[in-house]
């Protein structure tokens, strides 16, 4: 059984940074793509940003490009997402997650496994 869990969320002020962490047990992490969503009150699970398995090919939702970067170190089965620029609406619970079989995802529905999730909130 793969269990996910995040770190590293909290709270920081607009133009701020914050790492979060995501470590993995169980299963071969390599075999993973992994992505990070998020949700804020009132609204809907967003995709944020997903990883390939080899970890060369990000993908990104439009608001968060050149402010964010995902990676992976399939050595310490963790998965990374470095947020710098943060902006209010950056504000939400952020979760990982793991897809097995899939080479890239960004829909939810295809990804297998998920974490507890992570508050980041950020203050003007």
């Known amino acids: 059984q793969v269990q996910l869990v995040e770190s590293g969320g909290g709270l920081v002020q607009t133009g701020g940074s914050l790492g979060l962490s995501c470590a993995a047990s169980?299963?071969?992490?390599?075999?993973?793509?992994m992505g990070w969503f998020r949700q804020a009150p009132g609204k809907g699970r967003e995709f944020v940003a997903a990883?390939?398995?080899?970890?060369?090919?990000?993908l990104y939702v439009d608001s968060v490009k050149g402010r964010f970067t995902v990676s992976k170190d399939n050595a310490k089965k963790t998965a990374y997402l470095q947020m710098n620029s943060l902006k209010t609406e950056d504000t939400a619970v952020y979760y990982c997650?793991?897809?097995?079989?899939?080479?890239?995802?960004?829909?939810?529905?295809?990804?297998?496994?998920w974490g507890q999730g992570t508050q980041v909130t950020v203050s003007s």
């Open positions: 990883l390939s398995r080899s970890g060369d090919t990000p």
């Open positions: 169980g299963g071969i992490f390599s075999n993973f793509a």
């Open positions: 997650a793991a897809a097995l079989g899939m080479t890239i995802a960004t829909a939810p529905q295809h990804y297998d496994y």
